[in-house]
């Protein structure tokens, strides 16, 4: 992660040499709002879901707030008046399939508090990094929402999954909605078009989860 946040650091100093900038104002002004809408990969994979082997049936759609509570503290002669720290929320959803039963379905909420913090080294340009952190649910639905029987065996399990009647030694799993703490970094781009619409990529992980990075896309308004 802080080999990514080097590279994309360094590629906007390299795109954006010689250009004058306004400084943060132009995209962060203090007490300023930016709203984001997004979709990208699903974060979960096999070792976030512990009751089933998954495969998303959906990008993951998410939407985030956040304010920008200090702005323009660092002085520099390049990028003018710089440097901006928000705090804001994050919540996204996606949903499920079992790999070897297409009726047992999950659905993924997330809900997160984040904190950036963000430099512009070109006009409408805002690069940032920060922490996630909050909560995973994931909700069972479908018609074996409550469980089923889990064979015993394994090569039964990876080459039939859940087709068979319920036979000695095969064990019950029941399902219910789960809960699970989520953290980890996560680094933005965002380019403003004009002062209030712009486009917006993130690349994010969840440690707690040991989920893969995923990557986000979308738009971004701003609101001040």
């Given at each position: 992660?802080?080999?990514?946040?080097?590279?994309?650091?360094?590629?906007?100093?390299?795109?954006?040499?010689?250009a004058k900038t306004?400084?943060?104002?132009?995209?962060?002004?203090k007490n300023g709002f930016?709203?984001?809408?997004?979709?990208?990969?699903?974060?979960?994979n096999e070792s976030t879901l512990d009751y089933a082997t998954q495969d998303p049936i959906m990008p993951n759609v998410?939407?985030?707030?956040?304010?920008?509570?200090?702005?323009?503290?660092?002085?520099?002669?390049?990028?003018?008046?710089?440097?901006?720290?928000d705090l804001g929320f994050y919540q996204g959803f996606c949903d499920y399939q079992n790999k070897y039963d297409d009726e047992i379905l999950c659905m993924q909420h997330e809900f997160l508090v984040r904190c950036a913090f963000h430099f512009s080294f070109a006009k409408g340009l805002d690069v940032y990094a920060g922490m996630l952190s909050g909560l995973d649910l994931y909700i069972p639905y479908g018609d074996d929402k409550e469980g089923w029987y889990c064979p015993h065996d394994d090569y039964h399990y990876h080459h039939h999954g859940y087709d068979h009647a319920p036979h000695q030694g095969d064990r019950w799993v029941?399902?219910?909605?789960?809960?699970?703490?989520?953290?980890?970094?996560?680094?933005?781009?965002?380019?403003?078009?004009?002062k209030a619409f712009g486009l917006k990529a993130e690349f994010a992980t969840d440690f707690a989860s040991n989920a893969a990075p995923g990557a986000s896309f979308g738009l971004a308004f701003k609101f001040k």
């Open positions: 992660m802080k080999k990514l946040i080097i590279a994309a650091l360094a590629l906007a100093m390299s795109v954006t040499a010689g306004p400084g943060i104002q132009d995209v962060q002004p930016n709203l984001g809408i997004m979709i990208g990969v699903p974060p979960a998410s939407i985030d707030g956040n304010w920008t509570v200090a702005s323009g503290f660092i002085n520099t002669k390049k990028f003018g008046k710089n440097g901006a720290i029941e399902r219910s909605t789960e809960g699970h703490f989520a953290m980890g970094p996560f680094i933005g781009c965002k380019y403003f078009f004009t």
